[in-house]
């Protein structure tokens, strides 16, 4: 299946995304910070066999143009990749993104008027006030640029101890897309980690399917989350420490693809 890439102009200068399909419902995907829509390669390869998929680079990460500063929030990003996604025509679509790039489908539903015809989920932020304040305190502080690289042995040194049993193939990507953008890199987290979606996913007026890695850091949100969900339901990718659209691109896609045939087109509003 090839990939194909392209980029629609939107409020904050060209959004950049990777597609494949050409039939079939509409899928969107929004990925996590601080990476780029490339997590999605292997997920598009396997939708693009029944939908057409577009993975999209947030604002700011991968070739997408940033924002002017770093305090806009998760709807200001999320009203220019609806907007994005609507200059392509979807309508209708699933829309969906793990961590950060779950509180972007969320509120990117809300954005656009006929958009969402769904929405699926992995690793919503449903943190406390308590648990937030933590996360921007500490989870993303800015890093240094120095001669000798310490910036690149801190990005190793990071992603080996937050993702658990990474390939070697995850550690190139990861690192590779948040020195990309290191000047910026924490102003999506910071922004996902001011943001309660909380009120929006119970908002929702579509179906919800929360797809979730067994032991992903934000697994114990997912009762929460589907207690929230007016339309909702959990499945679960077994033993997977997280990162399910990396380590089980096949049965992820799967699970997307089967949802996007049941709901596009035919789901309560």
């Not at 006929?114 to 699926?120: D, E, Q, R, S, T």
């Not at 890695?213 to 997977?240: I, N, Q």
Request: with cysteine; hydrophobic share 45%; charged share 20%.
């Amino acid at each position: 299946m090839r990939i194909r890439s392209g980029y629609v102009d939107a409020a904050w200068g060209q959004v950049h995304y990777r597609a494949a399909g050409d039939s079939g419902p509409w899928v969107a995907l929004f990925h996590e910070s601080p990476l780029s829509c490339r997590v999605y390669d292997d997920v598009l390869r396997e939708l693009g066999t029944h939908c057409r998929a577009v993975a999209f680079d947030t604002p700011g990460y991968g070739a997408s143009e940033p924002p002017v500063h770093d305090r806009f929030e998760i709807p200001d990003y999320a009203a220019v990749l609806g907007e994005a996604a609507h200059a392509l025509g979807m309508r209708d679509a699933v829309l969906g993104g793990v961590h950060t790039g779950a509180s972007l489908a969320i509120e990117a539903a809300h954005a656009v008027p006929g958009l969402a015809a769904g929405v699926f989920l992995s690793g919503v932020a449903l943190f406390s006030a308590d648990e937030r304040a933590e996360m921007l305190a500490s989870w993303a502080p800015d890093v240094a640029q120095d001669l000798d690289g310490t910036q690149f042995a801190w990005a190793v040194e990071r992603y080996r101890r937050i993702w658990p049993d990474l390939t070697a193939p995850m550690l190139h990507t990861a690192v590779v897309e948040v020195m990309r953008v290191a000047e910026r890199y924490n102003w999506g987290y910071n922004a996902a980690f001011r943001h309660d979606p909380a009120q929006p996913l119970a908002d929702l007026r579509v179906p919800v399917l929360l797809l979730d890695a067994e032991h992903d850091m934000l697994a114990d949100k997912d009762p929460l989350a589907l207690a929230l969900a007016r339309f909702g339901r959990l499945a679960v990718l077994p033993g997977l420490p997280g990162q399910p659209h990396l380590r089980a691109p096949q049965e992820y896609a799967a699970h997307i693809r089967d949802f996007a045939l049941e709901v596009s087109g035919a789901c309560p509003r």
